[in-house]
């Protein structure tokens, strides 16, 4: 080898080291990224996450501890831009809302089940999904809509405390998690077809539906599409999957066609009773819908836009409930003074309306703590920028995720004043009584994220939280199970919820 050819290879090998130190922290993007860890050839920092072992949230409060309120992850082949300060996630979100309104590119399974993005919380931002998220608020959020549908929550609830007292005589105690998640689902399915269908189809649709939360969770392929070809067995489950989901709410849009068709007429199918006026249900206003792009929808958009909405409110609120009974349970203090304030409002017996939950100070200071302490989720849903742009000095590629750890601030210690316990209080007098939990006016606590892309059913999701504690104590007494005392451990499903769901004894409170 002559000297020329050993300073060429010495060259290259130098250039390729600095290469890839730039690559490995920018992924070979933009060169202002956010800092963040080295990362491996190909891979950044996938294997690294997962060799440790930690749960994702582990991983990300370590760096950071390391890195500071945002950094760079390489996933693979996808980058990760972690925002964690209440500063830029409010400048991200709210101040740049449309900016930071977009979602990132989704994997093969997830376009499967949300036909090529068409439900609200997968589509980008634009025409399509400005279409389809008014027709929600529109359809199903409107205070009169919620008004004229009250029928079905006192329904739902009613048939939730029958249960209740049914589980707690068989088996000395009752599951608050699943009871819960079953009566949600049933208003939910209620008010996206109109009809009153049997506990074993609810509980197919539940199950249908939880399934689909795990297979579309992120997957190796989804970081390294290159693999995809190794993972082609659950491409195949997820085909499977998304047939068992069309088969089962299909029919019930076929019968409410049906019925609207028939101006009401046809009333009675042996599988589902319709309930709701024509007009009242949200597949009444999907069958007329055309949305910019897709044109009127067909049967596999319409499941996909009605399982959204079931699922984006089943978990998130029945998680709430569990997390707030928990709370009443262990505190029996906590929870004599909601009795308490219910009965005074109420009466013993009164029955509890929607307008009166409004006018609880104490349940809804409960409601809120239980959202600031136990958020249904650490992250909101990934957010993508429309275009190259910036936050906290760094550029942000149009083509990161960008992940948005709302969790993190609820505990910041410099926002909250013992942010470990557990105490409404501080909503009716404290650190608490003037947060907007909507975000607008800073981000402090944000369960339902904040900006553009904000939850817009979180006044449905709250009303029916306020409902269901507020009945369930006035009814009930509720008590630790002495040898089976409650477990706070938590773990991430969809949603954060309890390891152990709380199970509790239950005294009717007339014979107290
Ligand atoms: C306690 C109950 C609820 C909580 C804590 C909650 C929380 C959230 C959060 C954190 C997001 C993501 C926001 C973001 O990406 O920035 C979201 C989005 C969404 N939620 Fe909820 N939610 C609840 C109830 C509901 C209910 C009852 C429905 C439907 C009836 C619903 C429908 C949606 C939809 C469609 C989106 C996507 C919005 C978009 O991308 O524009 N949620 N929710």
Redesign the pocket.
Known sequence: MEWTDLVILLAVALLFRLWWRYWSVTGGGAKNLPPGPPGWPLVGNLFQVILQGKHFIFVVRDLRAKYGPIFTMQMGQRTLIVVTSPELIHEA?VQKGPLFAS?PADSPIRLLFSVGKC?????EYGPL?RSL?RN?VTE??NPTRIRQCSWIRNWAIENHMKRLHQRSSEEGFVEVMSSCRQTICSI?IC?CFGAKISEEWIKEIECILKEVMLITSPKLPDFLPLLTPLFRGQVQAAKELRRRQLDSLVPLIRDRRAFVESGGSKNSSPRSEMVSDIGAAYVDSLFQLAPPGRGKLGEEEIVTLCS??IS??TD??AT?VEWAMHRLVTNQEIQEKLYKEIVDLVGKNGEITEKDVENMPYLVAIVKET?RRH???HF??S?ASTKETELGGYTIPADASVE?Y?EWITKDPSLWEDPNEFRPERFLIGDGVDVDITGVKGAKM?????????????T???L??HLLLARMVQAFKWLPIPDNPPDPTETYAFTVVMKNPLKAIILPRNKV
């Open positions: 979100l979602r439900a609200i919380n997968s589509a999904w998220r929600l199903l959020i939910l008010l959204e909405t984006a409110g998130t609120s709430t959202f958020p249904p989720s909101v849903l957010h948005f709302t944000l369960p339902f994220g904040a900006g553009r892309r904000i939850c817009p059913a979180w449905l999701g709250t029916h939280i």
